[in-house]
Every structure is written in C-alpha cells, then in structure tokens.
C-alpha cells in the first residue's frame, strides 16, 4: 500500500515536474553546449561562425577547435577591468536597492493587511509600461535641459560647485540599473518581512531592547535569507544588462553586456562573444554558490 | 506599599469597553492569577501593566510609580508569551542571554548567570540548540528562563500552559510553584483554566466582561462565591431558586420552590424576602439510599437520573421532586468500583446547615 503509493507519487513527481524540466533542457542546457562549442571555434569568413564542415579544420587540429579566443580574453587587460566595473556597478547597484527597498518592504509588511496587496501592485506597477520607454524617459529626466538637470546644478552652484551633465555618465547608468531592479528587491524582501511573527517585536522589547536594538537583533537577521534572495535578483540581471548603459551610459561606460551584444551584432565575432558569455556566467555561478555557502540553512534558521 | 497597584484602569476600543474600571493591587512575592473566560479582557490588562498598551482612564503604579510614561523596555517586568515568542535565529543560551546583553551586563556574568539559569530549568544539555529543535515542554521552560534570568520585579505569564497536553501541564505547574518560591519573583498568572488558579495562586481575581467580580484567595473563591458567574465558572455548583425567610447573623432560612426550608451560611447584606439561588457544590452533598422522609434539616428524597463516572470519582444527577437537579458525588475507593446507584434509584439527599451558599446576584 505504502510501496504503491510512493510509486504513484514519484511518477506524478516526474509528471508534474517533466515539462518544465524539458523546457530547461532545451532552451537552457542545449544552448549552454552550443555557446560553449561556439566558444572553441572560430569565426566565419564575414563574420558570425565558420561552417562546422569547413576546410579550417586542417589549420586548427582534428576536430577543428582552439582556444585563441579564451588566449584573447586573457591576453588583454582591458576585459578584466570591464569584468571589474561591471561587478562594481552590479555592487553597488545591489547595495544601493537594498537600502531603499528594506524600508518599503518593511513598511508594506507592517502596514495593515488590506493595504498590503495594494501596495505590492504599486511596486510592481511600472512593469506593465515597456522596459525601453521607461529607460527613455530617464533619458529625458536626467538631460540637460530637465527640472531635474536645472536642479541639480542649482544646488551645486549654491555650494559653488561647477555644473555638471547627469545624462551620459555612470551616474545616470547607476539611476537606471537600480530604477529597473528596485521591485526585484523589493519583493523577495516583503515576502520575508511579511512572514516574520510580531510577537517577537513584542518579546524583544519587553526583554529591554529599543528600537534600534529590534531591528538589528531581530528583524535583520531573520530576514537576511530575503536579502540574500533579493540581492541574486538584482545583482545577477545587472551584470547582464546592456540596454541601460546603451541608452543612458557616456562613450566609457561599457559593460560586459555591451561587450557581448557587440560581438554578436557589431563585431560579428561569435566565438569571442561566447566566450564572454561563459566567462560571465561562471563568475555569476561563483558568486551565487559564495552567496549560497553564506545563506545556508546552518547560518541562519529560518524559523 | 503595594508592589503592583492598578487604579481604576479602563480600556476601550471604540464603544467596546475591554477592561472596566479595574482595581488591583498585588503585593511582592506574590503569585497573583486573573482567571476568567474567553475575552474578558485578561491580555488587555496584562499589556498594559507590561506597557505595550495605555489604559484609557486609570493609573498602573509600580512601586509606588505611576508608569505611565515608561516604555516597556524600560520596565523591570518581564512577560512569558503564550507563543512563547522565543527568538528562532538564536541558540536557546542566546536566548536565554538576550535580556541581559540588552541590560548591558558584563560577558562573564551573562555566561555565568545564563548556566544558572539553564540549570534551574534542567536544561544544562541544551544551550546550544535551537528553539525549533525542542520539545513544547523544552520551549516553554526557556520562556521561563528567559523571563526570568534578568531577576525582573514582576513576571507576566498569558496562558503559558495553554498549549501543553495535560500531563505535561500538571508537571509545568509544580515547576512554576517551585521556581516562584526558589525566585521570590511576583508572577500575575492569566489562566482561563479555574482548576490551575486554584492549584497555583496565592490570590485570584475573577474577570468577567472586562470587570473584576471577585478577588479572593482559591479557597474563598471555590467556598464562598460572591456571585453567581463566580460560582459557575469555578468548580461545578448546582444552583436552585430560593427566597430568604429569615435573615439571622447565624444562619440563613430559605425557601426554596415546591422542596420546603433549606438553612444556609449567614450572609451580609441579606435581607428577609430577597430573592436569588442556593448554590451548592457537589463534594458537599450526601447521598443515600434511605429513601424514606425524615425530618432533618436540608435533607431531601429524590431520584437518580444520571450518572458521570470520571475515573476518581462518581457524579450523580439528582432529580428533587420539585424538578430541579442536584449533583452528589462520591469518590470510587474501591478498586473497580464505578458507581453506587443506578439510574432511577430512589435516594435520599442532604447536605450540612453550613454547605451552600445564597446568591442574590
Ligand atoms: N486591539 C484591539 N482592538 C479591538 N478590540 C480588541 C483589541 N484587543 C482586544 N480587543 C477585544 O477586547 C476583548 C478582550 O480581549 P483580551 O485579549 O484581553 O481577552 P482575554 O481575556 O485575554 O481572552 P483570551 O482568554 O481569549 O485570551 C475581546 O473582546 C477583544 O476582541
Ligand atoms: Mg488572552
């Protein structure tokens, strides 16, 4: 009975679980091998990729593949110290949405329940109009001649500060990264926050803890797997990003995403462009098992 | 002086009034119990004496010190939520030391004061687990600890024996006596339980719809109920329609519908024609098969129309030829013996001139 049973949920397990898994496979694991047999060949006579029959095989070995692309990306400096920026301006990007989110997410969970879905909605809200048309209009808001723009400088010119040019800079690139992400925090954060028992609040202070002494002893901890979570769901996308620094960033503000999509629609260097892709994405799997080894269950109970 | 004196405290919310001019004053070394049903208001009180919640009209003094402005962080009274809102991130040593890393108290003395306080809750072994690795009884005997460690001037306790099964609860009960007299600390106790007030109090103030209807010690309070939700709600009672007939400071005469004359304790404030209930507890009533009339005082023929057998003890259901029902109970002390009587026996009923009590409200 028990034995049967099993079997029956094990094989709806898989029934349940298949699709998705398939679809995981395809359209993730296969273009993973793709791009990285991408990575190990080499590009075709106008660009993109070399037929797989072709005659090169007699200059590159056997199987016809090479390595000079990965020789390439080590060779010159200049894609470390892009792979360096981009992670700082998904670094800071991070930080800079956690210390505006935390306070939102924490004033939608304790706010009463009624509200609550309300403003859940509100956070999402920007989602509905085009991802591009909202990076456009920081362009319009952070230009030259914006309120904002006139503002800005005012202040400074107060200060006697020079004026300076918002627009085109890795300011205005931060402004996008952390407009774009700022619901990916805000969300993963409330969630946690939402759950968190007010008793505890209740015993804390009772026990002789102000306010400052709750949040730091109580509700931080308890909602760190929240911000770890939230954290991945900005800083990951944020590496990738190439629109927002196309859009809003200067000349020098290229980032990894701008180096990749360049290789693929400008440069038509598609194994070089692979390659980057598998750099990225072993530094983002690094980081992301550093982030898991710290938010494991052992370091900080859930319940 | 008192060490806890509540004054007149009334809380409403909206027209509600949850607490109702409430009065208590409980003195150091205490183990002081609110006992009443249901959302009379008990936690209403219990929060603003800890400070979560202001009365709406009323002073709560502690030490002779209104507190009026006094956050509850900054008062020396701790509370045992019934949840026991231990703190899920930190290992029970932790959250035993938590009360005193916020008190500022030096490292050596938060370890040497938390082993104590392990000890004395026989939890030694389990400083380093977590909260969610104990056992119900395990948990709540930290909350205590916790409570406790920072040697507060009153510890509140909402129902922290609510969630435990029976057994465990018996148990937690001596652990609590105990650990009250071992501390010396005063405890308010919330109960809605009358059989646990009774066994842990000192003094019980019965709460009923947000007032205190009477504030007695257990043995006052299951004796001599001052009124009729007070004998209802403490220990089972049957409770019959009577009207004074004499009013003498010795003893009561009354006249209770189609039985005749019962004699009652004195009571003051009694007046000849005043109407109310005889209430009498079962424990106190005899019953035998003598079935014929015998003219003794409050004793009465009648007929057994049920039983109750709960192990220890035996109630039988009375049916007086007046209609109203009395309960007699007898304890079962010989082995395998279950009941005396049977459904339909005639037997006889009566209780001593000094059993029951009259009610008049
Ligand atoms: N914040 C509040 N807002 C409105 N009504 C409240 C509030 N807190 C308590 N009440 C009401 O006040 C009454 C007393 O509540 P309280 O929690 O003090 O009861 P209690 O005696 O502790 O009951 P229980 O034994 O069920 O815990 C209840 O009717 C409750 O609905
Ligand atoms: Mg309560």
């Not at chain 1, 390595?67 to 981009?86: G, M, N, R, V």
């Not at chain 2, 389990?126 to 119900?136: A, D, M, T, V």
Request: proline fraction near 6%; charge should be neutral.
């Amino acid at each position: 009975m028990i034995k049967g049973n099993t079997k029956a949920n094990r094989t709806a397990k898989w029934l349940v679980s298949g699709p998705p898994l398939l679809f995981l496979l395809v359209f993730f694991v296969a273009p993973s091998l793709i791009m990285l047999f991408t990575s190990l060949r080499f590009p075709g006579e106008f660009g993109g990729l070399a037929p797989i029959a072709a005659p090169a095989e007699a200059v590159h070995g056997e199987y016809g593949l090479t390595l000079e692309t990965y020789q390439f990306f080590f060779s010159d400096i200049l894609y470390a110290e892009i792979f360096l920026k981009s992670f700082a301006v998904a670094a800071a990007s991070t930080l800079i949405c956690l210390i505006m989110a935390y306070p939102l997410a924490l004033l939608i969970a304790r706010s009463e329940k009624r509200f609550r879905n309300l403003m859940v909605l509100l956070v999402v809200l920007p989602f509905a109009s085009n991802f591009l048309i909202r990076i456009y209009a920081w362009m319009i808001i952070l230009g030259p001649e914006s309120v904002f723009s006139h503002f800005i400088n005012a202040l400074l010119g107060a200060f006697g500060i020079a004026p300076v040019t918002l627009l085109f800079s890795p300011f205005a690139v931060l402004v996008g990264m952390v407009y774009v992400h700022l619901p990916f925090m805000v969300l993963p954060l409330y969630t946690n926050l939402e759950k968190h028992d007010p008793a505890l609040l209740d015993a804390a202070q009772d026990l002789g803890a102000n306010a400052w002494q709750r949040f730091w002893r109580v509700t931080w901890p308890l909602s760190l797997p929240g911000v770890f979570s939230g954290a991945a769901l900005v800083f990951i996308p944020v590496l990738g990003m190439f629109a927002v620094p196309d859009i809003l960033g200067g000349t020098g503000d290229i980032l990894i995403g701008n180096l990749i999509k360049d290789q693929f629609l400008g440069t038509r260097d598609w194994p070089f462009g692979s390659t980057l892709s598998i750099m990225l994405t072993l530094a983002v799997l690094a980081i992301t098992a550093l982030a898991a080894w710290f938010a494991r269950p052992a370091a900080i109970p859930e319940r | 002086m008192a060490l806890l004196e509540i004054r007149n405290v009334t809380r409403r919310f909206g027209d509600f009034t949850a607490v109702d001019n409430v009065s208590i004053s409980i003195e150091a070394g205490e183990f002081f119990t609110l006992l009443g049903p249901s959302g009379c208001g008990k936690t209403t009180l219990l929060r603003m004496i800890a400070g979560f919640d202001l009365p709406d009209a009323g002073q709560i003094l502690l030490d002779g010190k209104d507190m009026v402005g006094t956050p509850p962080e900054k008062r020396p009274i701790h509370t045992v939520f019934q949840s026991y809102a231990l703190f899920p991130h930190m290992t029970v040593a932790d959250n035993i030391a938590f009360p005193l890393k916020m008190a500022g108290t030096t490292p050596d003395e938060i370890k040497s004061r938390v082993r104590e306080a392990l000890d004395d809750v026989r939890l030694s072994n389990f400083g380093n687990r977590f909260p969610q690795e104990l056992s119900g009884g395990q948990k709540q005997r930290v909350a205590f600890a916790r409570g406790l460690v920072n040697r507060p001037r009153l510890l509140l306790l909402d129902e922290p024996l609510g969630a435990l099964d029976a057994k465990l609860r018996e148990e937690m009960q001596i652990e609590l006596i105990n650990l009250q007299k071992e501390r010396g600390v005063t405890f308010v106790f919330i109960t809605h339980a009358q059989n646990e007030a009774l066994a842990l109090s000192h003094r019980i103030a019965v709460m009923n719809q947000g007032k205190v209807e009477q504030l007695d010690e257990p043995s006052r309070i299951y004796g001599f109920p001052k009124n009729r939700f007070v004998a209802d709600f403490i220990g089972k009672i049957s409770i019959m329609n009577a009207q004074v007939l004499e009013a003498a400071p010795s003893h009561l005469t009354l006249s209770v519908a189609e039985l005749g004359e019962v004699t009652a304790p004195s009571k003051e404030g009694i007046k000849v024609g005043d109407a109310g209930v005889l209430a009498i507890r079962p424990e106190q009533v005899r019953i035998s098969h003598h079935a014929e009339e015998v003219e003794l005082k409050n004793h009465f023929i009648g007929k057994v129309r049920g039983f109750l057998y709960v192990g220890d003890v035996t109630t039988y259901i009375v049916e007086l030829p007046n209609g109203a029902r009395i309960e007699a109970l007898l304890p079962n002390s010989a082995p395998g013996r279950a009941k005396f009587f049977e459904a339909g026996d005639p037997v006889a009923v009566s209780w001593r001139h000094d059993a029951g009590t009259f009610l008049n409200d």
